[in-house]
């Protein structure tokens, strides 16, 4: 067996599972099929944080001016800590009235107030810093705290390519090792790396550190954007 056609199957796998179902013809002659697995590490650098004001009161109008006062609060505090106003907004005001049931009877308490505000944190270093800010509001709802990357695309080329290389190689040694030598690709499949908006293959995940093993000193209020 000196001469080897390669077929060279290449599988994208960062967090992902190849399709599933899915046959690809082969050569009838001589051939060797491999898996290339690509997987970049690198950390968040950005933080999408969600925050909802909101207020009660017997009357509708001092609800709403609760809340009101909270929002401008907090957007002073954001100026102040330099979050351009591009990087966040604020939603509209959503106002009910709240109800409670005593004796079987559903009875008026008063009315409920909100409105959410969004962030986009270019500089997760201040994730606490606006936290605080809002806690100062007396803004008490925090939604979510997430973080992502501002180089999706160059991280997944990154991937892409140690994927490629890693199948190759694994080609490479088995034509060696049974004394062949590899031919032209016959077939690259890629169907697991599906780009459509979704980042399926790359998770990024966060946690509030803990005093544990691998964070020996625990820093109150110190947020790791992880991996």
């Not at 966060?206 to 110190?222: H, S």
Request: with cysteine.
């Amino acid at each position: 067996m000196r001469d080897i056609t390669g077929k060279l199957v290449l599988a994208l796998l960062l967090m992902a599972s190849p399709a599933q179902g899915r046959e690809i013809a082969v050569p009838d002659g001589p051939h060797v099929s491999t898996l290339g697995r690509g997987r970049v590490t690198v950390s968040a650098d950005r933080a999408f944080i969600e925050l909802t004001a909101n207020g009660r009161d017997q009357s509708a109008a001092m609800a709403k001016s609760s809340v009101e006062e909270m929002i401008d609060t907090f957007l002073r505090e954001l100026t102040v800590l330099k979050i351009p106003a591009e990087d966040y907004g604020v939603g509209g005001l959503a106002l009910d009235r709240e109800m409670e049931y005593r004796n079987d009877t559903e009875v008026p308490v008063g009315f409920l107030a909100e409105r959410k505000v969004t962030l986009t944190l270019k500089d997760t270093s201040k994730i606490e810093s606006v936290l605080q800010a809002a806690l100062k509001a007396g803004i008490n709802q925090v939604h979510s705290v997430e973080f992502s990357l501002s180089n999706w695309g160059e991280v997944k080329q990154r991937a892409r390519s140690l994927a490629v290389t890693d199948a190759k190689n694994k080609a490479q040694f088995l034509a060696e090792q049974f004394g062949g030598c590899l031919g032209d690709i016959y077939s690259i499949d890629t169907s697991s790396d599906v780009d459509d908006g979704v980042f399926s293959e790359i998770v990024v995940t966060a946690r509030k550190a803990q005093a544990t093993t691998r964070v020996p000193e625990y820093v109150p209020g110190r947020y790791d954007s992880g991996q």
